[in-house]
């Protein structure tokens, strides 16, 4: 996926729309649990992975985030702030707020609505179902050694049902803004 470009369209299906775990990936028998990948040698995120349920929902309103991800050279452009400290699981699924290993530079357009849509579809999925499960995999895609992702891939599995089942890539991309991806550094158009 590094080597994808951008070609107008923000989300793009992955491997049909099916996402790609194992029935051990799937499995209810620990209970609900979140895990998230050590940052690599550039100090970049990498894959953070769950079994979201209604029990790791937080309950807390958020406190600000004060974490600078790599490529983080944020700068106001026409309609906002070009970039977020976006987090790869989203806050509302598991309350994972200023953790550097769960937050990355994402611009407005990736961040939302293209990931929170998806994380929406999955709270809204849970708060029906209290005792249903999401198994959730975000990854960062980094191209070389360059600081600002790409993008990122998002799967998503209800367990026991289809209502929540996708695998999408979404581009790190805003409109009207060129980016380095070597160093997250921007050029309005």
């Known amino acids: 996926m590094a080597k994808l ?62 974490w600078d991800p790599t490529g983080w050279h944020n700068k106001k452009i026409k309609s906002g702030w070009l970039y977020n400290r976006s987090h790869l699981i989203g806050y509302q699924l598991t309350g994972q707020n200023n953790n550097p290993r769960n937050l990355m530079t994402g611009t407005r357009e990736l961040n939302a609505p293209e990931m929170l849509a998806h994380e929406d579809d999955i709270a809204y999925y849970l708060k029906q179902n209290p005792h249903g499960y999401v198994r959730y995999r975000v990854t960062p895609i980094f191209r070389g050694n360059e600081l600002l992702a790409r993008g990122v891939q998002l799967e998503a599995q209800s367990i026991g049902s289809n209502e929540i089942h996708f695998n999408v890539y979404i581009f790190n991309v805003q409109s009207g803004v060129t980016l380095n991806y070597a160093d997250g550094t921007s050029q309005i158009n």
């Open 5 to 66: 470009n951008y070609s107008g369209q923000n989300e793009i299906t992955v491997n049909h729309n099916n996402p790609e775990f194992s029935a051990s990936d799937l499995s209810t028998a620990h209970g609900a649990w979140q895990t998230y990948g050590q940052l690599d040698s550039l100090n970049r995120v990498t894959a953070a992975n769950a079994l979201l349920n209604q029990s790791l929902m937080p309950t807390a309103k958020r406190a600000e985030l004060t």
